[in-house]
């Protein structure tokens, strides 16, 4: 696996950050590394797989980046005849993804917007980290769509670094994850680079703003079932 370097060596942070060939080659380090949960979060997707997933639909998974939340859903997947459509608009993450699902012939890697992508006949959508880098003024209408093209019962999973509504706690969470980083051997001067290209470009919400934008929808039913620090993965249910 190549190691993140990037803030060390290639980009400086006064660029946005962007999920360019650069990123996409070491992007399984950069996850594992910087996201506290990200391998929980796949797990479990595996587990509802498991248990939502309905024969004859289609499994959706938005920002798919290199297909680790559309392998875990077919790894859980015990339905016949089910589709799963990993979508993702960086060229250089669906080239890789290709590779790394090749021979699961359920999947089908597309290069798209998911602003773009409707949702029809889905037991399971998986957005993993993937709404924090979309326009607030898109996330409503995403939503929305998720919920009208999900079968009866159908599960939305929406994993994403959220902000806290205390400030205080928001530092605290901040410079908790910051240590996180440093622990997993990123430098302060990296972390603080990476910060500077992700302003503006990931941007945060509060859970309550998520849980109201789910109800709002029309969403029955939705949870919390992970927070580590400021990243949360929430499942909602038709
Ligand atoms: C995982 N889910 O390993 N349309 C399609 N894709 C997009 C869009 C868009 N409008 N905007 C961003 N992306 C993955 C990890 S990464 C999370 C998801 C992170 C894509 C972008 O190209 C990238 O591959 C992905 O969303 C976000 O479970 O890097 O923190």
């Known amino acids: 696996m190549d190691e993140d370097k990037l803030y060390i060596d290639e980009k400086l942070g006064d660029e946005p950050f962007r999920f360019d060939e ?3 080659r070491v992007f399984p380090d950069m996850l594992r590394r910087s996201i506290p949960g990200y391998a929980a979060s796949i797990e479990a997707i595996g587990s509802l797989a498991a ?21 875990a859903m077919h790894q859980g997947n015990r339905a016949e005849d089910v589709r799963i459509i990993a979508i993702d608009n960086s060229a250089a993450m669906v080239e ?3 590779a790394a699902v090749a021979g699961n012939d359920d999947i089908d890697v597309q290069l798209a917007d998911v602003r773009e992508t409707p949702i029809v006949n889905a ?8 709404l924090q880098f979309l326009d607030l003024a898109a996330r409503d209408d995403i939503v929305r769509g998720i919920h009208s093209g999900l079968v009866p019962g159908g599960l939305f999973l929406l994993s994403e670094k959220v902000v806290d509504e205390d400030a205080h706690m928001e530092e605290l969470l901040v410079d908790l994850h910051h240590e996180h980083k440093r622990r997993n051997d990123y430098s302060q001067l990296e972390i603080s680079r990476k910060r500077a290209a992700l302003e ?16 709002a929808a029309g969403f029955a039913h939705t ?16």
Do not use: Q
Not at 123 to 130: A, D, E, F, L, W
Not at 202 to 215: D, F, Q, W
């Open 200 to 215: 503006n470009v990931l941007i945060p919400e509060t859970v309550a703003a998520h849980k109201r934008r789910l109800s």
């Open 22 to 24: 650069s990123v996409a």
């Open 223 to 238: 949870a919390v079932w992970l927070r580590y620090f400021n990243f949360v993965s929430i499942v909602a249910i038709k």
């Open 51 to 71: 248990r939502y997933v309905k024969p004859g639909t289609s499994c959706y998974d938005l920002g798919c980046s290199l297909g680790a939340a559309s392998l």
């Open 123 to 130: 037991s399971m959508v998986v957005m993993n980290y993937t």
């Open 96 to 98: 890789r993804c290709r």
